[in-house]
Structure formats: structure tokens, C-alpha cells
């Protein structure tokens, strides 16, 4: 459920430590904001790090007065957010999950806490500066706001919007079917056409995306089945401005000959793309198996399931 490749383990040594000051860099100075309340500190006795964990994310919230609906200070919440995401990372499932539910519970009909709170859960799982990314964790926030009716319909389509695009491309979901142009100019519908496609949604400026290609073009292994057609490797430029579409084919025409490329349309709308190169591997049924990954972890998705025994049969 948990990324774990960004733990914040410096940030568990801080709460398990007990340092609970929060200092934000402004333009020419730190300023130190106060927490909310004492962060709990997990019972001495349990010395198991996933035990601490799940007492600390089960615990957390409990010194906060949530019995009214006044404004706290978003950065002292983010702070404290932050906290409780890093513990989640060595915690159990059922734990996180129980914990998020109470909280949420306790929120209900409070519109200006509620909205506080998924602006926090925004920063830590799934914003740019997220330390993990979680759509199961990060989901229940996103709903709890849709479903608060003393929440204004303008304040809610930031997160409506985000729930969708989750919502549309959860593992096992069929991918979305987006139209793209290719290189020579055609038009096409996706289809999943192949045992497995790769879609890397990315841009030819980007360095990450040339990176990328050529982790893929060394990677001979992965070469072998985009060649033999186990493997249906896309390049995707995702919603190319109109007057920059032909400069972009052209580019485009200098890719692998064995990769699909060209430039789609309406992607912002239909995938949860958070990163640039961001790559979905989708099965011969058309269902995502994986989303939102960089390309190392591309590459070991890919090789997990071309091991896996029912793959071998295909």
C-alpha cells in the first residue's frame, strides 16, 4: 500500500526522540512554529519498530481538540501530517487504515477543519513534495471533503477533480482509452494489443525522460520482449499546445522504430500523472498493473511479472 522509497527516516528518529519544534525557511529566515499539540510517544515496552508505528499512527491524534471547527495553522497541521505519514510507512495496513476512518469520523461536519486537513494529507500523499505517494490512504480525505455539504462546490472541484483521476486509474482499472497522434501524422484510440503495454507519459526536453530512455535501451532483457512484442513500449507527450504539435512529431520521429510515439490528448483529464516521466504498465486485458512509477521501478515491476509463471505461458 506504502511507497517506501521515500521514508522519512529522520523524521521518525525526530518523533520517536521526542523534537517537536517545526522551523519553516522563509526568503531570509527560519521561522519556528509551535506544534498543534504533544505528538505521542510510543510505550517503551514496545520496541518492535512496526509496533511503534502502529501505536504511534493509531494514537496520533488523540491530544488534538477536534470537538469544534476553528482554523489551525496550516503549517503546524502539514507538520504534524508529516509525522503521521512517516509512521504509517512501518505500520500495518489495518492500522492506517482504522486510523484515517476515526479521524475522518471526527471531522465530519466540520467543512473548515476537513478542508485543513486534506490540504495536509495534499502535501504529504500525493503533492510533488510528498514523502510517500498513497491513493488508499490518501482517497477517504479526498471523499470526506466531496461529501461535506457546508463545503462550497468551487472549493471542492480542486479535489473532485483529483478523485476522479484516482478513482480512473487504480490498479486493476482498465486504462482509459485517450487519442493520440503519431509520428507519421496517423491518429489512434489506446488499445492494450499486446501481453503488456508500457506507457511512459514524458517530454523529449526533459532530462528524467531522456534518462529513461536510455535505461530502457540498455536494459537488454526489456529489449528482447519490446522486440519479440511481449512488451508494447510507448512514448506519450501528454496535451502538446497546437502550434507545437508538428515541431513535436518531428522530434518524436527520432525514437526507437520498435516504440509507439506520438502526442495524446486530453491525458490531464483522464490519468493521475504526478511526475514527468511517469510510467503505467497495463496487461493484455487492458487493466492497470502499476501506475505512476519512474523507471527503475518501471523496470522491476516489469521483470516481477514477465517471472511470474503465467507469464512465461503466454
Known amino acids: 500500500m506504502i511507497n517506501r522509497i521515500h521514508n522519512r527516516i529522520i523524521a521518525l528518529s525526530v518523533i ?17 512554529v509551535e506544534p498543534l499539540f504533544e505528538y505521542p510517544a510510543a510505550p517503551e515496552e514496545i520496541e518492535n519498530l ?13 491530544a488534538m481538540d477536534l470537538s469544534n471547527d476553528r482554523s489551525v495553522d496550516q503549517n503546524a497541521l502539514n507538520h504534524a501530517f508529516t509525522i503521521y505519514t512517516t509512521a504509517m510507512q512501518f505500520a500495518d495496513r489495518q492500522s492506517v487504515l482504522q486510523s484515517v476512518n476515526a479521524l475522518l469520523k471526527n471531522l465530519k461536519g ?3 477543519l476537513t478542508m485543513q486537513f486534506v490540504k495536509a494529507a495534499e502535501e504529504s500523499l500525493f503533492g510533488p513534495r510528498a514523502g510517500i505517494w498513497s491513493d488508499e490512504v490518501y482517497l477517504p480525505f ?10 462550497t462546490p ?36 489506446f488499445k492494450a494489443d499486446a501481453p503488456y503495454t508500457l506507457i511512459e507519459f514524458g517530454d523529449p526536453d526533459c532530462d528524467d525522460c531522456t ?35 508538428e515541431e513535436m512529431l518531428e522530434v518524436l520521429g527520432e525514437y526507437p522504430a520498435n516504440w509507439t510515439v506520438g502526442v495524446g490528448y486530453g491525458i490531464d483529464d483522464l ?27 518501471a523496470v522491476n515491476v516489469i521483470r516481477e511479472e514477465l517471472s511470474k509463471p503465467s507469464s512465461r505461458k503466454k
Open 50 to 62: 512496526d509496533e511503534r508505528s502502529a501505536w504511534l499512527v493509531t494514537n496520533f491524534w488523540g
Open 110 to 112: 466540520k467543512p473548515t
Open 211 to 245: 534518462f529513461a530512455k536510455l535505461k530502457l535501451e540498455m536494459a537488454t532483457d526489456i529489449q528482447d520482449k519490446i522486440e519479440d512484442k511481449t512488451i508494447r513500449m510507448m512514448f506519450i507527450v501528454p496535451d502538446v499546445a497546437p502550434d507545437e504539435e
Open 271 to 297: 490519468y493521475d500523472v504526478r511526475q514527468m516521466p511517469c510510467f503505467y504498465l497495463i496487461n493484455s486485458k487492458g487493466e492497470i498493473i502499476a501506475k505512476n512509477m519512474d523507471v527503475s521501478t
Open 154 to 189: 468551487i472549493r471542492k472541484e480542486r479535489y473532485q477533480r483529483q478523485y476522479k483521476l484516482l478513482q480512473n486509474t487504480q490498479p486493476g482499472r482498465k486504462a482509459p482509452i485517450y487519442k493520440y497522434r503519431l509520428a507519421n501524422g496517423h491518429y489512434r484510440d
Open 142 to 151: 479526498l471523499k470526506s471533503v466531496i461529501n461535506e455539504q457546508n463545503i
Open 16 to 32: 520517536l526522540a521526542g523534537q517537536f519544534c517545526l522551523s519553516v525557511p522563509t526568503v531570509n529566515a527560519q521561522i519556528v
